[in-house]
């Protein structure tokens, strides 16, 4: 995951009202603005505020980004549920991007890095390490450490199968889910290089078919697309499939093996400002 910093956001945000004829509800400015920013995920795109779980994050940045234009005044925030392009808005969209960036507005804007920005490229650089750290563990390291990270998310008598083969099952476990509890088995690639494919899931689903009810592949990898899909079959076991970017982004949300060092950061609360209005009363 890699937020754009508020500043890269300006330009795309203004640009996306121009496009939709200088004014526009955010419900359909937040999915254009993000088209500017291919290395955005679907997981960056639904992941929530942790203190905020109502609160999307990328809308969230979208919103400081809009009220910063606003304060510029090349945004008019005086509509609620609508953001206006102003004049000023519109004549920075006529400068020519080279001619910008030899512009002090430019400068001013280049540096204007928030403390959120902060946080976000924090975040993004701590996966970045876990991963890193993931892919220096021999075969059996990860092994183990697949097993920690199993048990600190909630399966139970986990055991790592060791000596010999396995059969394509690295450990199992019980996973409790609800009332029910349920027999979950893994399995561990340290692969940094290839991707895991298909044969590999299907390999693995059918080693522990019949004797467990769940799977859950990781890898400090990725997965290829058939992969993917070959997840979840019907009528057979569904696999929970784990790449290096979705064991990185598990572990700094429940806050397993990384350290959170206290930073206050204000936000306002959306849900506070939300209110259901009868259309009589418009």
Same mark, same amino acid.
């Given at each position: 995951?890699?937020?754009?910093?508020?500043?890269?956001?300006?330009?795309?945000?203004?640009?996306?009202?121009?496009?939709?004829?200088?004014?526009?509800?955010?419900?359909?400015?937040?999915?254009?603005?993000?088209?500017?920013?291919?290395?955005?995920?679907?997981?960056?795109?639904?992941?929530?505020?942790?203190?905020?779980?109502?609160? %999307?994050?990328?809308?969230?940045?979208?919103?400081?980004?809009?009220?910063?234009?606003?304060?510029?005044?090349?945004?008019?925030?005086?509509?609620?549920?609508?953001?206006?392009?102003?004049?000023?808005?519109?004549?920075?969209?006529?400068?020519?991007?080279?001619?910008?960036?030899?512009?002090?507005?430019?400068?001013? $804007?280049?540096?204007?890095?928030?403390?959120?920005?902060?946080?976000?490229?924090?975040?993004?650089?701590?996966?970045?390490?876990?991963?890193?750290?993931?892919?220096?563990?021999?075969?059996?390291? %990860?092994?183990?450490?697949?097993?920690?990270?199993?048990?600190?998310?909630?399966?139970?008598?986990?055991?790592?199968?060791?000596?010999?083969?396995?059969?394509?099952?690295?450990?199992?476990?019980?996973?409790?889910?609800?009332?029910?509890?349920?027999?979950?088995?893994?399995?561990?690639?340290?692969?940094?290089?290839?991707?895991?494919?298909?044969?590999?899931?299907?390999? %693995?689903?059918?080693?522990?078919?019949?004797?467990?009810?769940?799977? $859950?592949?990781?890898?400090?990898?990725?997965?290829?697309?058939?992969?993917?899909?070959?997840?979840?079959?019907?009528?057979?076991?569904?696999?929970?499939?784990?790449?290096?970017?979705?064991?990185?982004?598990?572990?700094?949300?429940?806050?397993?093996?990384?350290?959170?060092?206290?930073?206050?950061?204000?936000?306002?609360?959306?849900?506070?400002?939300? %209110?259901?209005?009868?259309?009589?009363?418009?």
């Amino acid at each position: 995951m890699s937020y754009p910093k508020q500043y890269e956001i300006e330009i795309p945000l203004l640009q996306t009202i121009h496009e939709l004829g200088g004014a526009a509800k955010t419900t359909d400015i937040y999915p254009r603005v993000s088209k500017h920013f291919p290395q955005l995920t679907e997981e960056d795109l639904i992941a929530k505020l942790p203190s905020s779980p109502s609160t %999307f994050k990328w809308q969230n940045l979208v919103q400081w980004c809009r009220q910063g234009l606003v304060e510029k005044g090349e945004i008019d925030g005086s509509t609620r549920g609508i953001w206006k392009l102003t004049q000023k808005g519109a004549d920075r969209l006529k400068i020519k991007p080279s001619a910008q960036k030899n512009s002090d507005l430019f400068n001013v $804007v280049l540096h204007a890095v928030t403390l959120k920005d902060l946080i976000y490229q924090n975040e993004s650089e701590v996966k970045k390490r876990i991963i890193a750290e993931m892919q220096t563990l021999k075969p059996n390291e %990860f092994e183990q450490f697949c097993s920690s990270l199993l048990q600190l998310l909630g399966y139970q008598e986990l055991k790592v199968t060791t000596g010999g083969p396995d059969g394509g099952i690295d450990g199992h476990g019980q996973f409790r889910q609800g009332v029910v509890t349920i027999r979950s088995a893994f399995q561990a690639k340290r692969w940094n290089q290839n991707p895991v494919g298909r044969p590999e899931i299907d390999k %693995f689903r059918g080693a522990i078919q019949g004797d467990f009810d769940h799977g $859950v592949f990781l890898t400090t990898g990725r997965f290829t697309e058939d992969a993917e899909k070959a997840s979840i079959k019907k009528g057979a076991i569904t696999l929970l499939l784990l790449d290096g970017e979705a064991i990185a982004e598990t572990m700094v949300k429940f806050g397993i093996g990384v350290t959170k060092r206290p930073i206050q950061l204000l936000d306002i609360d959306p849900e506070f400002f939300r %209110f259901e209005v009868s259309q009589e009363l418009l």
